[in-house]
């Protein structure tokens, strides 16, 4: 006799989940402090975006948080300090394009899509959970996996 490979269940999500952000800010706004995680790479990428210098990115919008980076919030607020308010009231990712790969990735964290209350859970924070596109089991698990929470 020989032990085989156990099929691997696959996940609730296998079906793919619908997301689609709704541009309400909640997930960068505060009251709650929070941290947005940068790397280097992705620092030197935005500062070359806003045509300024690393020195002045850092100085201006990153925090030293132990040996990681997090992008700043505004004090009053908590919110984050790329978050703003456009003129129809939608509230935007000032650097959207270049927006962390913790953003990018969300809501598809390891956190939130453990099973289907997680996944409820998260969608009470933000409304474009379990709305508009339908994103594959494919999509969803290099999403998770690029993310380090
Ligand atoms: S909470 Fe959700 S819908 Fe609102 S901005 Fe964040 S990702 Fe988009
Ligand atoms: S970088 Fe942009 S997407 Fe990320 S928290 Fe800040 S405003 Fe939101």
Redesign the pocket.
């Known amino acids: 006799m020989r032990f085989g490979r156990r099929a691997s269940k696959a996940p609730w999500y296998s079906g793919g989940l619908a997301f689609e952000?709704?541009?309400?800010?909640?997930?960068?706004a505060g009251p709650q402090e929070g941290y947005v995680w940068v790397t280097r790479d992705e620092v030197e990428a935005i500062a070359a975006h806003l045509r300024i210098s690393v020195h002045e990115m850092m100085d201006k919008y990153v925090r030293k948080v132990g040996r990681r980076l997090s992008l700043i919030e505004v004090k009053k607020t908590k919110d984050c300090v790329f978050l703003e308010t456009a003129r129809d009231g939608q509230?935007r990712c000032a650097i959207y394009s270049y927006r962390p790969k913790q953003c990018l990735t969300?809501?598809f964290w390891r956190s939130n899509i453990g099973d289907q209350d997680d996944w409820a859970m998260a969608g009470v924070?933000?409304?474009?959970?379990n709305r508009g596109k339908l994103h594959s089991l494919d999509e969803i698990e290099t999403r998770r996996d690029a993310t380090r929470e």
């Open positions: 952000c709704q541009e309400c800010g909640g997930c960068c509230r969300w809501p924070r933000c409304v474009g959970i």
